[in-house]
């Protein structure tokens, strides 16, 4: 996709799945509003549904970690599937592996480059089309388009702060309890 979306992330490896999908939505800047999925391989992880009527059932991410995956399947990318419609294929790249390490204060986002789209464009050939659109006053969509997407998108930045609050916000909800100690 042109240009190009990409997020850097430190995320415990014993993350559970479903919260490695909220660090992604996060990061990303998605609102969450769709189903998702990861996969490596032939095994997927999601939100188990039993009226699903795909040929396929997703393993229930909130039982399944980045370390799990890597053993599991050996891969060392998995890939992240969000929205269904629009198929938003985000690969993971495993980049280093600590373990026994602090989560303290994690996820963190390292790195962000592009604004992510708007959800519901329809995916990278909608995006596309949204872009030009946006882009060209002459556009026979331009006037719609423009109302539609998020104010003045410009695919190129990126609003760090806000993103990172959010990514900050979920180590915060994610810190482990510590259990109150009663003495006599």
């Not at 850097?8 to 990061?27: E, K």
């Not at 795909?54 to 599991?72: F, G, I, L, N, T």
């Not at 294929?89 to 789209?117: M, Q, S, Y």
Request: charged letters at 30%.
């Amino acid at each position: 996709m042109k240009p190009e979306v990409m997020r850097r992330l430190v995320v415990p490896v014993t993350l559970r799945l479903d919260r490695l999908h909220l660090s992604l939505q996060a990061a990303f800047g998605w609102t969450n509003s769709h189903l998702f999925e990861f996969f490596a391989g032939e095994v997927r992880w999601g939100i188990p549904d039993p009226h699903n009527d795909y040929a396929h059932q997703p393993m229930d991410a909130s039982k399944a970690r980045p370390c799990d995956v890597v053993r599991e399947t050996g891969a060392k990318t998995i890939h992240y599937l969000y929205d269904f419609g629009d198929s938003w294929d985000h690969v993971i790249k495993l980049e280093k592996w600590f373990e026994n390490t602090t989560t303290e204060g994690l996820p963190f986002l390292l790195e962000a480059a592009g604004r992510c789209p708007p959800e519901d464009v329809g995916g990278a050939p909608g995006y596309a089309e949204y872009l030009e659109a946006i882009r060209d006053p002459a556009h026979p969509d331009h006037e719609h388009m423009r109302l539609w997407g998020p104010a003045r998108f410009d695919p190129n930045i990126v609003d760090r702060k806000a993103l990172e609050a959010a990514v900050n916000a979920l180590s915060d909800t994610w810190k482990p309890r510590r259990r109150a100690t009663r003495t006599k």
